[in-house]
């Protein structure tokens, strides 16, 4: 492969100049362009746009960190990420999926590197490391979540609050006073959007005198069969149930028809932040709360867009519930 000093004694001009050239960081004159491009090709000189990005200092490569070692990548979390990438192509940056977790020493790997210019976090903890990791470094980063004090960071979410005391209300409204509510378990409990979603229903629960019922299963179709398969027992007087666990929805309403139980007529069920693709995969169809990750993609690549063009600008935050999308699985009570 040609070198850059082969390029320059081609063109007759400096190693500099070829560099100003390659990497577009000084102007030179057309014709002076000309030259170089034409012994480029003649020589058969390939230019790399990852090192001419970063001898710009700038490389308008964004990184979406989303744990999918300890997370699954679900249809409905994909929406996040085709819309935010088509945004950000819309404004002229690439988006790549980086699959970090918590492992703090690679987001500083990562953020030290000079190859993007900004980082977009999925699947947020109320204390996430990678958000102290990312200002120590002084990454231009976005949430599509919220920490526990997420007040002076930059943001997008979904108003789970907001979501849940909707479906609870619905519920309620068609007479049910039993009504569950199930996320996933363990590490699950420490997300922002989870956390946030069960003290909501514990409080909507409370305050309507109804008991509160609150469960949990890993986010997996059998877990969900497991805990259908005893539900009923469990649980004999709960007519309705909220379930945050998209994975597990499927494997639940499975067990529940094999003991007997009927959907909707002997228990009502809302999936919680979901979409139609998913709703559609179980019979009855189910009756979901939409989450809005096509919206909520966009404005956190433009939140983050925004924070890397304009730092002294206010921090935007953004809140959008979910849309109540009528299925076959909620039916009044009586």
């Known amino acids: ?68 070692v300890e997370r699954r990548l679900s249809p409905t979390a994909v929406t996040f990420f ?39 976090l999925m699947e947020v903890r109320l204390d996430d490391p990678r958000v102290a990791a990312l200002h120590d470094r002084r990454v231009p980063f976005a949430l ?24 609870h209300a619905r519920l309620r409204d068609l007479g049910h006073e039993d009504i569950a509510f199930l996320t996933g378990d363990g590490r699950a409990f420490s997300h922002g959007a989870v956390a946030r979603a069960r003290e909501t229903y514990e409080a909507a629960a409370t305050a309507s005198g109804s008991p509160v ?16 398969s005893r539900f009923r027992q469990e649980h004999p007087t709960t007519t309705a149930l909220i379930a945050m666990n998209e994975p597990a929805v499927p494997g639940l309403l499975i067990a529940l028809a094999h003991e007997g139980v009927r959907v909707p007529d002997d228990l009502s069920v809302i999936s919680m932040g979901s979409t139609a693709f998913m709703a559609g995969m179980t019979d009855p169809r189910l009756t979901f709360m939409r989450t809005p990750g096509p919206e909520l993609g966009e404005w956190g690549v433009d939140a983050l867009i925004d924070r890397i063009e304009t730092p002294d600008a206010p921090l935007p935050q953004r809140l959008l519930p979910c849309e109540y999308v009528a299925g076959d699985s909620v039916a009044s009570r009586g």
């Not at 979540?145 to 979904?158: F, H, I, K, N, Q």
């Not at 019922?213 to 259908?228: K, N, Q, W």
């Open 144 to 167: 599509i979540g919220r920490t526990s004090e997420p007040d002076d960071l930059a943001y997008v979410d979904v108003d789970f609050p907001a979501s849940v005391r909707e479906a």
């Open 213 to 228: 019922t609150m469960l949990s299963c890993a986010e997996d179709p059998g877990a969900g069969r497991e805990l259908g």
């Open 82 to 120: 085709t819309s935010a990438s088509r945004r950000a192509r819309e404004r002229g940056y690439d988006l790549v999926m980086w699959p970090i977790g918590d492992d703090t020493a690679q987001v500083s790997v990562l953020a030290g590197t000079g190859l993007i210019d900004g980082a977009l």
């Open 1 to 68: 492969m040609a070198t850059m000093r082969e390029v320059a004694a081609r063109a007759e001009v400096s190693i500099a100049t070829v560099s100003f050239v390659v990497n577009g960081t000084k102007k030179v004159t057309d014709a002076t362009r000309k030259r170089v491009e034409d012994a480029m090709r003649d020589l058969g000189f390939s230019r790399n746009p990852v090192g001419a990005a970063l001898a710009r200092g700038r490389t308008r490569i964004l990184a979406m960190l989303y744990p999918a």
